[in-house]
């Protein structure tokens, strides 16, 4: 296939470098010139989307929020009424459902399919092909993304034949997944109050009850001193923002949502928004006069 991959950060230029590696041809295209560039030197055509889309069998939109993923399809310069009917939209990017209920319909009357894919696993899992994709649309549209969730995917969960499924199981995701780095934040600097560093915390925790997939991945984070972002804090104010609304919506008290939400707003609000979301900790370590691993 053809494939375009519009939004090249840490999650899409590992899509995008998944599907060069299972063969096909790849076209990518980002804000950041360099991230273009790379993708290029890894074998991707060397075309502009919007000259490109004519021809492509399928585009991948893994950028930060739904104003941006409209912005790609039908904003002054969208690719929707480019490409050629046939092809297939894949979104993977976290947004609430009644979006992309509506994406889908603008997409289907241009004679496109629009598969809502929210991805989930993290920068690492992106780049070796092992996502979760938590997919629903059509069962054409499962059809004609096919190739690219297999070159993606270790996992595709069929959860509907219309779009919104997929983007409401990505927000119970999310809504686990940001109380669990606001708790694990909250443990870590805990556990120094009462002696233990954090150094200690990361040998024991992991092989007790208290553990989680995201204490794992991202207290090793705090330990090392290390924010690089490869999932910054300012996702979580929008993401848990989706959660939220949703909930509200459906008249369902979400506490620890917005508990959480508020650790994640504090942590943005005080300069940390585009460091690593481990940083979340350096809040509770602000407020405790905690000094946390490569902190001076």
């Keep these: 296939m053809k494939i375009g991959v519009v939004g090249l950060g840490s999650m899409g230029y590992g899509i995008a470098a998944s599907l060069l590696r299972a063969g096909h041809a790849v076209c990518g295209a980002d804000v950041n010139p360099d991230a273009v560039a790379r993708l290029r030197g890894a074998g991707a055509v060397p075309e502009d989307m919007a000259e490109a889309a004519a021809g492509l069998d399928a585009l991948a939109i893994v950028v930060l929020n739904a104003s941006q993923v409209e912005a790609v399809l039908f904003g002054p310069q969208g690719l929707a009424p480019l490409l050629s009917k ?71 969960f069929a959860l509907g034949d219309a779009a919104g499924a997929g983007s409401a199981m990505k927000a119970v995701n999310q809504m686990l997944a940001g109380i669990h780095i606001a708790a694990m934040a909250e443990a870590v600097t805990f556990g120094m109050t009462q002696g233990i560093p954090p150094e200690t915390f990361l040998q024991v925790i992991p092989d007790c009850a208290g553990t989680s997939w995201m204490l794992e991945n991202r207290a090793p984070h705090i330990v090392a001193g290390d924010y690089t972002p490869h999932s910054a804090v300012d996702i ?22 917005a508990a959480a939400l508020q650790q994640f707003i504090a942590a943005s609000g005080s300069g940390l928004g585009r460091q690593d979301d481990a940083a979340v900790a350096k809040v509770y370590a602000r407020n405790a006069g905690l000094t946390l691993p490569g902190d001076a």
């Design 86 to 156: 046939g092809a297939v939209v894949i979104c993977c990017v976290t947004v609430a459902p009644d979006f992309s209920r509506a994406m889908a319909a603008r997409c289907d009357a241009l004679g496109l399919h629009y598969l809502d894919a929210p991805i989930s696993g993290g920068s690492v899992k992106a780049a070796t092909g092992k996502l979760a994709i938590m997919a629903s649309g059509t069962p054409a549209a499962f059809a004609a993304a096919r190739p690219m969730l297999e070159a993606c995917a270790e996992k595709v």
């Design 236 to 257: 979580w104010p929008k993401d848990l923002g989706i959660v939220l609304d949703a909930a509200r919506a459906a008249r369902f008290a979400a506490p620890l949502t």
